[in-house]
């Protein structure tokens, strides 16, 4: 765990990434385990933000996965 952070800039890099988040989820905060997973999740963040093209959802599926995620009312 001594490997220095550095931004994330490959597909590779990206999944050996996410790799180590998957290793290191659930570390207590304020721990160096916990601290590394937040700047590995900020960094994967920015790579996903500037790399990997989100679609916007259809409006009738959000509509409905909405609707499914609030309480029933009687």
Known sequence: MSRDLKPIRT???????LAEVERLWGAPAGTPEGDRLDVLA???D???????????????????????QL???S
């Open 11 to 17: 597909a590779a890099e990206h999944e050996a990434a």
């Open 46 to 68: 920015a790579y996903e933000t500037a790399n990997v093209p989100m679609d916007a959802p259809d409006p009738i599926e959000a509509i409905r996965f909405r609707m499914e």
């Open 42 to 44: 900020t960094l994967i």
């Open 71 to 73: 309480p029933r009312i």
